[in-house]
């Protein structure tokens, strides 16, 4: 079965922090990507990586950066954490996306909240 | 650009009853897909449903059914006989087929509270 597993469900830091998430996803995926959800927003894009090495910023990179050294693992470190950043990670994978891939589902972690205070 | 609304921030349904929850969408893509998604109190999300903007046919799923309508860009997702274990969130979801990428934007969801 298909398996998206994200590092803590829960995570409290401090202001100025370096923060690290981790995500891994053992369907030999191409495509992973990490939201963030906020009430009233929905899910928002933060970073998406397609390749190994490769990374992609989406709609909110600010205050954030991305590491995939290996398929399965993709990182999202807050570089210097404050607290408009707490905030719900999800973080996802998908299959290619050209092709038949378009139309695979993102299959999603269990989500971290993540509270800075 | 494109967009996803979902206008009902919460529904609530009568278990046993059918539910409609909207979305519409704006897209310049001549071709793209629309998802739903469930994410429980838990927090996880699942894959409900998928309709491609060339298919036929409405898809279907058990008690999921998508209310495709492409002249009006909306794509709502039918619930038939709510259970309680339905309570939970629902994301509307599109990804551009040809200039969308990799890119799937999402609602703002809709919390819907079944009533026992």
Request: with cysteine; proline share 3%; net charge neutral.
């Given at each position: 079965?298909?398996?998206?597993t994200?590092?803590?469900?829960?995570?409290?830091?401090?202001t100025?922090?370096?923060?690290?998430?981790?995500?891994?996803?053992?369907?030999?995926?191409?495509?992973m990507?990490?939201?963030?959800?906020?009430?009233?927003?929905?899910?928002?894009?933060?970073?998406?990586?397609?390749?190994?090495?490769?990374?992609?910023?989406?709609?909110i990179?600010?205050?954030?950066s991305?590491?995939?050294?290996?398929k399965?693992?993709?990182?999202l470190?807050?570089?210097?954490?404050?607290?408009n950043?707490?905030?719900?990670?999800?973080?996802?994978?998908?299959?290619?996306?050209?092709g038949?891939?378009?139309?695979q589902?993102?299959?999603?972690?269990?989500?971290?909240?993540?509270?800075?205070? | 650009?494109?967009?996803?609304?979902?206008?009902?921030?919460?529904?609530?349904?009568?278990?046993k009853?059918?539910?409609?929850?909207?979305?519409?969408y704006?897209?310049?893509?001549?071709?793209?897909?629309?998802f739903?998604?469930?994410?429980?109190?838990?927090?996880?999300?699942?894959?409900?449903?998928?309709?491609?903007?060339?298919?036929?046919?409405?898809?279907?799923?058990?008690?999921?059914?998508?209310?495709?309508?492409?002249?009006?860009?909306?794509?709502?997702?039918?619930?038939?006989?709510?259970?309680?274990?339905?309570?939970?969130?629902?994301?509307?979801?599109?990804?551009?087929?040809?200039?969308?990428g990799?890119?799937?934007?999402?609602g703002a969801?809709?919390?819907?509270?079944?009533?026992?």
């Open positions: 079965d298909v398996k998206v994200q590092s803590s469900r829960y995570l409290v830091k401090r100025g922090e370096k923060v690290f998430l981790e995500c891994v996803q053992d369907m030999d995926h191409e495509n990507f990490w939201y963030r959800q906020d009430p009233g927003l929905g899910l928002r894009l933060i970073y998406f990586s397609y390749d190994v090495k490769m990374k992609e910023k989406g709609d990179p600010e205050g954030y991305v590491s995939r050294e290996k399965e693992r993709f990182s470190i807050l570089e210097s954490a404050s607290t950043q707490t905030s719900m990670y999800l973080c996802a994978s998908s299959q290619i996306s050209s038949q891939g378009a139309q589902p993102q299959h999603f972690g269990d989500g971290t909240r993540l509270s800075i205070l | 650009a494109q967009k996803i609304t979902q206008t009902q921030p919460g529904m609530f349904v009568q278990e009853e059918a539910v409609t929850l909207d979305c519409t704006d897209t310049s893509d001549p071709s793209y897909g629309l739903w998604y469930k994410q429980p109190s838990s927090g996880e999300m699942i894959f409900l449903i998928y309709q491609g903007s060339y298919d036929q046919q409405n898809a279907t799923e058990g008690r999921y059914s998508l209310n495709f309508q492409k002249a009006r860009k909306s794509a709502n997702l039918v619930i038939s006989a709510s259970q309680l274990g339905d309570s939970a969130m629902y994301f509307c979801a599109m990804r551009g087929l040809n200039t969308g990799f890119k799937t934007i999402f969801g809709t919390r819907l509270f079944v009533k026992a």
